[in-house]
């Protein structure tokens, strides 16, 4: 139902646009949560909007990454700037019907990941 893709292979400062779509779904009643994994590392919340559009960013990607809904085209880009090394992983889309959460088992449905690499 969910569907993560933009991601690729980018310079350090460098951009991508990754992109969350649904189908059998509507933006307009979920909560969308992009998150990141590293292996063997544990899967961290990058960014979050709410029902109404409020957002909330990791203090790692604050300034840099800039999350938005298109209601029009239910989909749910995660732009992403100065992009760091640090930031390479596999990034998720996630939505679920309650209030944003910051911990991944809270959210009920998963896209399957797009890889993002960040190279020095």
């Known amino acids: 139902q969910l569907q993560a893709y933009g991601g690729g292979l980018v310079q350090a400062g460098g951009s991508l646009r990754l992109s969350c779509a649904a189908s059998?779904?509507?933006?307009?009643?979920?909560?969308i949560g992009w998150f990141r994994q590293v292996p063997g590392k544990a899967r961290e919340v990058v960014a979050c909007?709410?029902?109404?559009?409020?957002?909330y960013y990791a203090d790692s990607v604050k300034g840099r990454f800039t999350i938005s809904s298109d209601h029009a085209k239910n989909m749910v880009p995660l732009q992403m700037n100065s992009l760091k090394p640090e930031d390479t992983a596999v990034y998720y889309c996630?939505?679920?019907?309650?209030?944003?959460?910051?911990?991944?088992?809270?959210?009920?449905?998963w896209g399957q990941g797009t890889l993002v690499t960040v190279s020095s």
């Open positions: 909007i709410d029902k109404e559009g409020s957002t």
């Open positions: 059998g779904l509507s933006f307009d009643d979920y909560a």
């Open positions: 996630a939505a679920d019907e309650g209030s944003p959460s910051r911990w991944p088992i809270e959210w009920h449905y």
